[in-house]
């Protein structure tokens, strides 16, 4: 019997601050992780506090980033001198994958003197073709620093394109993309919610369609919905973003209520990123004891690929 795959949670959390103390590795987490993940990670985050935060490791020999491909592929990029892992290689990204980046690259070409403004959903491929990135916490910040006369294209998601289009009084044009979870929240059912918990706010992120971001109390990245509900006076919250951000936001404000927003589906309470979830504690275990998957990216590539990023964080 192989030993190691009798590990229980328990043993496999020590065993991963065993291999972390060996390795000199540190491990980030999105909020979209598993409740067991964000907490033996060292540190959490939306993709912006994620990009800023490995952008400053210094004494790290590997990186463990828990997330989809696309947040491991950003990590490499800000530290191309580390080791960077990523439990899953399959844990990919419905947005990121919605837009190719050779059909985006022919989306540019019919629309020249454009300024490529891509959301950091995106592969590296994209990133290469990108003036500068943005993520959900920043993205308005970025294109309100933008000439007011610029001609801009926003990719891959619509929904947020949209919403800044809305917010700003820009024209940006927007490419056809957006994220599985998002999409499928169902504003029927969070009304219905809204009559069972009349006193509730509604938090949305603005990967969500339009209807929804109009319904709601805030609208926010994952970190500002998360500070929302920690400033808030409310006790409960119908929360529209991918699930996992009720473990922080439970852990944050026990004496809250967290509702997870229901997609359009009357058999789910709930909206999981099937991606995000393929991580577990014994993949980030085998992940450490192996130091695979591993992210490399050429590094012709990865130098066109980080610029963007650069300017995303200089100007946020």
């Excluded at 601050?17 to 985050?45: C, F, M, N, S, T």
């Excluded at 490419?175 to 918990?197: M, N, T, Y």
């Excluded at 229901?262 to 992940?287: F, G, I, V, W």
Aim: negative net charge; proline residues 6%.
């Amino acid at each position: 019997m192989d030993v190691e795959k009798c590990l229980s949670d328990e043993e496999l959390k020590q065993e991963i601050e065993r291999l972390k103390r060996e390795k000199g590795a540190v491990i980030l987490a999105h909020y979209y992780q598993r409740g067991p993940i964000q907490d033996i990670a060292d540190h959490i985050g939306d993709s912006l506090a994620l990009a800023r935060y490995a952008a400053t490791l210094k004494d790290a020999r590997i990186i463990v980033l828990c997330g989809v491909h696309f947040m491991g592929e950003t990590a490499k990029l800000l530290c191309p001198d580390k080791k960077v892992l990523v439990p899953d290689a399959n844990a990919g990204c419905s947005l990121a994958d919605s837009c190719p980046a050779d059909a985006f690259e022919e989306f540019i070409r019919q629309h020249p003197d454009h300024i490529v403004v891509s959301y950091v959903n995106t592969s590296v491929g994209v990133k290469a073709l990108t003036d500068v990135l943005v993520t959900s916490g920043n993205a308005r910040k970025i294109i309100d620093r933008l000439p007011a006369d610029a001609k801009i294209i926003f990719g891959p998601d619509r929904n947020l394109g949209g919403y800044i289009n809305a917010q700003t009084g820009r024209q940006m044009v927007l490419w056809d993309g957006a994220c599985h979870v998002h999409q499928q929240f169902s504003l029927p059912r969070i009304l219905e919610l809204k009559k069972e918990h009349p006193g509730a706010k509604v938090l949305v992120h603005p990967e969500c369609p339009r209807p929804l971001t109009l319904a709601a109390d805030c609208v926010g990245s994952t970190a500002a919905l998360l500070d929302y509900a920690r400033s808030s006076d409310a006790k409960e919250f119908i929360v529209a973003t991918e699930s996992g951000i009720l473990h922080q936001m439970r852990k944050d404000c026990p004496d809250k209520t967290f509702i997870p927003a229901p997609p359009d589906d009357s058999t789910c309470a709930c909206n999981d990123c099937s991606y995000m979830k393929l991580n577990t504690l014994r993949k980030l275990y085998e992940c450490l004891r192996d130091e695979t998957p591993e992210i490399t990216i050429d590094p012709a590539l990865a130098e066109r690929a980080r610029r963007p990023i650069d300017r995303m964080l200089s100007l946020s």
